[in-house]
């Protein structure tokens, strides 16, 4: 992005840095919205054994050997504690027919596991969505402050995918939307 780009951002004629506090953190929050994400649940047990998760669109693959992944987790998100103090998570990708878990596992204050749906996986019992697209069973690696997140890295242990057929669940503009396919080239 240029710093003419930023410039825009930050509202015309406004040098970068003199924005008021909260007009640079909305245009970012702005900014952000277009770009599109896949949407996760993150699920783990508690050290009481409770299935604990939240929906997460910070997530994203960091190496390939050895196989990482990379979640974020805001300092004041309910499932904090428990992802960043877990041995390992499970990464559930969703498909466009998940659209009511993402909205669940976003919404405070409910039992999110209430509905069903979930297994517990053989050795652990960590709960995961069978159906999911992807599931990534991960051992915490490391945990790294960044602003008002963690960014928890798990080392894949297991890869397990669904139909490749199927359409990811992305979230963009601050809702859910599916890919469609581009219409072929003109000749």
Known sequence: MTGQALRTMAGPGTPPGDEQPGTQAQAFRDAMALLAAPLTVVTVLDEAGRRRGFTASSVTSVSLDPPLVLVGVGLSSSCHAVLTGA???VVNVLGEEHRDVARRFATHGIDRFAQGGFAAWDGTGTPFLPRATVLLRCRTADVVRAGDHDLVLGTVLET????PAGAPLLWYRRAF??????PPAPA
């Open 160 to 163: 397990r995918t669904g139909d």
């Open 87 to 89: 041995r390992e998570f």
């Open 177 to 182: 939307h599916t890919p469609v396919a581009a």
